[in-house]
């Protein structure tokens, strides 16, 4: 890895077990931290992808958001007066993550299937899911 101009940029990985990489091999173990260190990089700066959209919620469990390659997922609910419960397809009442009408919205990370119920009402909700 080079800084620009060229300047070597040092790579330190302490004690680094590289499967497959002789002792002396030092090159090849640059190589391999460097694409170590571009691929966390890659990971911190943020995915290439948003989706957004709204669902209205009801008394069956209804589809928020599911995608396998999600980093992190954002919902708020909008109703100004009707609570909602995230969670998985047999999201309830008694098993939800409560969120109540106008709470801030609340960012989870997982590729996890999310569903929204509303135990009365049609409350709209919305999300935000950034991806690969």
């Known amino acids: 890895m080079t ?3 060229g300047t ?13 990489i002789a002792g002396g091999a030092t090159e090849a173990k640059q190589d391999s ?3 170590l260190l571009t691929t966390i990089a890659a990971r911190l700066t943020g995915a290439p ?7 209205t919620a009801g008394a069956a469990a209804t589809l928020v958001a ?6 992190t997922v ?9 609570s909602v419960y995230i969670g998985p397809p047999t999201v309830s009442a ?14 989870l990370a997982t590729t996890a299937l999310i569903q929204v119920f509303a135990p009365s009402g049609s409350p ?3 999300f935000c899911e950034v991806y690969d």
Do not use: E, F, K, Y
């Open 3 to 5: 800084q620009q101009g």
């Open 66 to 71: 599911a995608r396998a390659t999600r980093r």
């Open 94 to 107: 008694a098993n939800g993550l409560l969120i109540r009408a106008a709470a801030p919205p609340i960012t």
């Open 49 to 55: 992808n948003v989706a957004t959209g709204n669902v």
């Open 33 to 35: 931290q460097a694409t």
């Open 8 to 20: 070597p940029i040092p790579v330190h990985l302490a004690n680094a077990s590289l499967p497959g």
């Open 74 to 82: 954002t919902i708020v609910n909008n109703d100004a007066l009707l």
């Open 124 to 126: 709209v909700v919305s």
